[in-house]
């Protein structure tokens, strides 16, 4: 059983993002709880509590009392929470210690001095519960999100835990890794477990949550059975700050309406990793001020595509051709723009203004009040002064795109764009790329996010085996496709 009494808790550095004010609650043994909430609600920093990185890592006030199962965890070290509690990250790569997946697994066994023959009994027990036969025996580095995601399961799961915490688990997965991820969640459910997981994805745990925690301001705002939770109207949970209960069924679709009927045409693309064949696009034509909804499950080549597609790959072959003239890679790098994945890859300066007034051309001056009114437009002015590396995933990931916006640039490339960001800052940014699309840029969003599809983006990439399986606009064909695709999670047989 999981207590929290009176449970306070603020950041040694001043940041009130993620405090937490009088938290009361229990959790019965055996639970799957979904905490949610907006951005900055606390719902990260309740979830430290329970796997002991705060106080043992992040330091900070606490008040108050965490236990599991009668222990207070504020006063054990972290190699004891290990056994208790079994933690799986956003980032599932800020929690690998080995470089090859059988390493990882037993890691966290070893340092407990667990015997050898009981590890190699758990590693065979796990492996066969959670499928992950093909991941073994591999490098982590050469694993996909979803793979990735699965081995941080399964290190937490070796460690043979009562209760799991896991933290927005699905921000950087695709659809299918998403449903995989719900199979291995019901697994632990079956087995009697408590689990916590903070989200904000939701719909694919609406079959799998007995409880509902609202979390606002540091606060828990509401405590839902999930049966009355699912009877909250749609507009409610828009106006909680909460993403779709339900898969989406595209219902609010746009008609692209270009301000042109000119067309960039893609020729002949392709590159290779080591002489095999990744990218295949041998002829692709799009209507010039779209808004280009790139989607295909991870691995299938999407990523490839944007970088090829914006002259980032020096060995790509391939041209664009914008109102008859023609434009090979090098030329790409000035008409393009792209934000990363992982924005952090891409931020460069000391705070977040600065950061922004870096991808302007001419004068600094002139140019600080466009930054800061396109900071305004994505809800980033709280952070103007501050670094960017101590920002959230959420909040790096916009001033990426903040930055892309104020690049000026004809031909902007989104990489998950709202990855990690709750149904507020989603609309934000959906705002943001109509207002471009209005400008007249042509915008290709590489993206997971339905909710995102639905709001802004008017002609859709599918791609397959690093080839375009299908390509064109908003038709019922079209549609019914996007839905098989977003649709409900498919039970295991």
């Known amino acids: 059983m999981i207590e929290f009494q009176n449970v306070s808790f603020a950041y040694e550095n001043g940041d009130h993002a993620g405090q937490l004010h009088n938290i009361n609650f229990t959790i019965p043994d055996g639970q799957v709880v979904l905490l949610c909430g907006e951005s900055g609600c606390g719902k990260t920093t309740l979830t430290r509590l329970l796997n002991g990185l705060i106080p043992n890592y992040y330091e900070g006030r606490l008040e108050g009392s965490v236990f599991i199962d009668g222990k207070s965890i504020v006063e054990k070290p972290l190699y004891e929470i290990a056994s208790l509690t079994g933690s799986v990250f956003q980032n599932p790569r800020s929690q690998f210690f080995a470089v090859d997946t059988n390493s990882e697994l037993a890691f966290g066994c070893e340092n407990l001095g667990i015997a050898e023959n009981e590890i190699i009994a758990r590693m065979k027990r796990t492996v066969a519960e959670l499928h992950i036969e093909t991941l073994m025996d591999r490098s982590i580095f050469a694993l996909s999100g979803g793979e990735k995601q699965k081995i941080a399961c399964a290190s937490a799961a070796m460690m043979e835990p009562e209760v799991f915490v896991l933290d927005e688990p699905s ?3 695709d659809i299918k890794s998403i449903r995989e991820l719900a199979e291995v969640i019901t697994l632990w459910k079956n087995q009697g477990k408590t689990i916590l997981i903070a989200e904000h994805r939701l719909s694919y745990l609406m079959d799998l949550a007995d409880r509902v925690l609202y979390m606002k301001d540091g606060q828990i705002e509401n405590d839902f059975s999930i049966a009355d939770f ?6 409610e949970i828009s106006r909680m700050g909460l993403r779709s209960l339900y898969p989406v069924t595209f219902h609010n679709h746009h008609t692209f309406t270009a301000k042109n009927k000119d067309e960039i045409i893609l020729s002949d693309f392709r590159f290779a990793y080591a002489e095999s064949l990744v990218l295949k696009v041998e002829h692709l034509v799009i209507p010039q001020g779209s808004i280009v909804g790139v989607i295909g499950n991870n691995g299938a080549g999407k990523t490839t595509f944007a970088r090829c597609l914006c002259g980032l790959e020096k060995k790509a072959s391939g041209a664009i051709t914008i109102k008859g003239k023609t434009y090979l890679r090098k030329k790409r790098l000035n008409q393009c723009y792209m934000v990363m994945q992982n924005p952090s890859h891409q931020l460069f300066t000391e705070d977040v203004l600065d950061e922004v007034l870096l991808s302007m051309d001419g004068d600094e001056e002139e140019n600080r009040p466009i930054a800061e009114k396109i900071l305004s437009d994505l809800n980033l002015t709280p952070f103007t002064e501050r670094h960017p590396m101590s920002l959230s995933g959420g909040q790096q990931q916009r001033v990426a795109v903040a930055s892309a916006v104020a690049s000026g640039r004809e031909i902007m490339i989104f990489d998950e764009p709202t990855s990690g960001l709750d149904f507020r800052h989603m609309e934000e940014v959906a705002k943001v790329l109509r207002k471009l699309q209005k400008a007249g840029k042509t915008l290709f969003i590489i993206t997971h996010d339905p909710e995102l599809i639905e709001r802004c983006c008017d002609y859709f990439i599918f791609i397959e085996n690093g080839e375009v399986s299908w390509h064109g606009g908003w038709n019922l ?17």
């Open 171 to 173: 921000s950087n997965l």
């Open 230 to 235: 699912r009877k909250i109207p749609p507009d």
């Open 477 to 493: 064909q079209n549609k019914q496709q996007l839905e098989l695709f977003f649709g409900p999670q498919r039970k295991r047989r």
